[in-house]
């Protein structure tokens, strides 16, 4: 499991609204059968990282994925994000995104069968 933070956003209203774009790089097509290639999900938090004074918000892109993979899907944000925004990639926190890896365990079995 990882977190891709995309920082650099002034308000709440910002980070949703970048959410978009990212949705449409991880999942094309959203009518597509279950699971998504990589599964994903979004968490908003407190930019950590900006410059002193300034209330910043950061969107999180959880992932489950292997190391490399999540390397590559972190790049292809850097690619749909504007430059100023910085994109960090690291290992989720223990039991953040946990839904991710149930979700993709169920719409794996269905797949299968």
Request: charged share 25%; hydrophobic share 40%; proline share 6%.
């Amino acid at each position: 499991m990882y977190e891709i933070r995309i920082h650099g956003c002034l308000s709440v209203q910002e980070a949703l609204t970048l959410q978009e774009p990212v949705k449409r790089l991880l999942c094309p097509d959203p009518d597509h059968r279950p699971p998504c290639d990589v599964p994903w999900s979004f968490a908003l938090g407190d930019d950590e990282q900006a410059d002193d004074g300034i209330e910043a918000t950061v969107l999180v892109l959880g992932v489950y994925a292997s190391g490399s993979r999540a390397a590559q899907v972190a790049d292809q944000v850097r690619g749909v994000v504007d430059e100023p925004r910085r994109v960090t990639l690291s290992a989720a926190a223990a039991g953040q995104f946990e839904e991710l890896a149930e979700q993709y365990r169920i719409e794996r079995a269905v797949r299968q069968s």
